[in-house]
C-alpha cells in the first residue's frame, strides 16, 4: 500500500541541525511532489516546504528564513529534511506528505511523524 | 501569507446532530482561471497526522464517509457533518492551497454533548 514511514525521533541542542527522512513506498516516487510540515504540541500544522521529487525543484517557506532544505534521493524514493539553528521552538512533530495530484497542494498521505525536541 | 481563522474554536454536538465549522481566509482562495476553491479539510485525532477529509472546497476524498461535506467560495467555508458519530471526535483544520505558503486554521476541537 502507499504509505511514507519516517526516521525516528530526535533530541537536538540549540544551535544544532536534525535531518529528518522520509522514505516511500507503493507508488513511482518521481510522480509526486513531497511536502513537510510541522506541527508544534497544541498548535496549527504549519508548511515548511516542497520538493519536486522528479527534479529535485525546491519552494521554501520564508518564515523559516533560510533554515530548511529539501533534497531527495530517487534511487532510494527517499526525501530529507534538513533544519539547520535549532532553537527551542523548533521543537514539533515534522511531517512529510505526498499531493494529492498535479496543483492539487492537498495532502493525502502522511507520514507518521518525527517528533524532535530541542533542549539544552 | 493569507491567514485562515476558524470558528468556533471548540464545539460540542449531541451524536447523530449536525456538526458545523466554519472557516474564513484573509483573501478570496477561488481561482478565476479554473473556478475552483483551493481549499482541503482536514481531521486529526491524538498521536496521528491529519487525514484529508475534503479538497477543492466541496469535493471528497475516496473513502471518506458521505455524512462529512463541504461548501463555501472565495473567502468562506463551512465543513458540515450531518450526523455526528462517536467516532468523528477530533480536531479539525481547513488549509489554503492557493498560494505559498500554505496555511492552516489554528483548528477546531470537536465533542460530543
Known amino acids: 500500500q502507499v504509505q511514507l514511514v519516517q526516521s525516528g525521533a530526535e533530541v537536538k541542542k540549540p544551535g544544532a541541525s536534525v535531518k529528518v527522512s522520509c522514505k516511500a513506498s507503493?507508488?513511482?516516487?518521481?510522480?509526486?511532489?513531497l511536502q513537510w510540515v510541522r506541527q508544534a504540541p497544541g498548535q496549527r500544522p504549519e508548511w515548511m516546504g516542497w520538493i519536486n521529487t522528479g527534479s529535485g525543484y525546491t519552494k521554501y517557506s520564508q518564515n523559516f528564513q533560510g533554515r530548511v532544505t529539501i533534497t531527495r534521493d530517487t534511487s532510494a524514493s527517499t526525501a530529507y529534511m534538513e533544519l539547520s539553528s535549532l532553537r527551542s521552538e523548533d521543537t514539533a512533530v515534522y511531517y512529510c506528505?505526498?499531493?494529492?495530484?498535479?496543483?492539487?497542494?492537498?495532502?493525502?498521505?502522511w507520514g507518521q511523524g518525527t517528533m524532535v525536541t530541542v533542549s539544552s | 501569507d493569507i491567514v485562515m481563522t476558524q470558528s468556533p474554536d471548540s464545539v460540542a454536538v449531541s451524536l447523530g446532530e449536525r456538526a458545523t465549522i466554519n472557516c474564513k481566509s484573509s483573501?478570496?482562495?477561488?481561482?478565476?482561471?479554473?473556478?475552483?476553491?483551493?481549499l482541503a479539510w482536514y481531521q486529526q485525532k491524538p498521536g496521528q497526522p491529519p487525514k484529508l477529509l475534503i479538497y477543492w472546497a466541496s469535493t471528497r476524498q475516496s473513502g471518506v464517509p458521505d455524512r462529512f461535506s463541504g461548501s463555501g467560495s472565495g473567502t468562506d467555508f463551512t465543513l458540515t457533518i450531518s450526523s455526528l458519530q462517536a467516532e468523528d471526535v477530533a480536531v479539525y483544520f481547513c488549509?489554503?492551497?492557493?498560494?505559498?505558503?500554505?496555511?492552516f486554521g489554528q483548528g477546531t476541537k470537536l465533542e460530543i454533548k
Open positions: 507503493g507508488y513511482t516516487f518521481t510522480s509526486y511532489h
Open positions: 506528505a505526498r499531493e494529492l495530484g498535479t496543483a492539487v497542494d492537498a495532502f493525502d498521505i
Open positions: 488549509q489554503q492551497y492557493y498560494r505559498t505558503p500554505y496555511t
Open positions: 483573501r478570496s482562495i477561488l481561482y478565476s482561471s479554473n473556478n475552483k476553491n483551493y
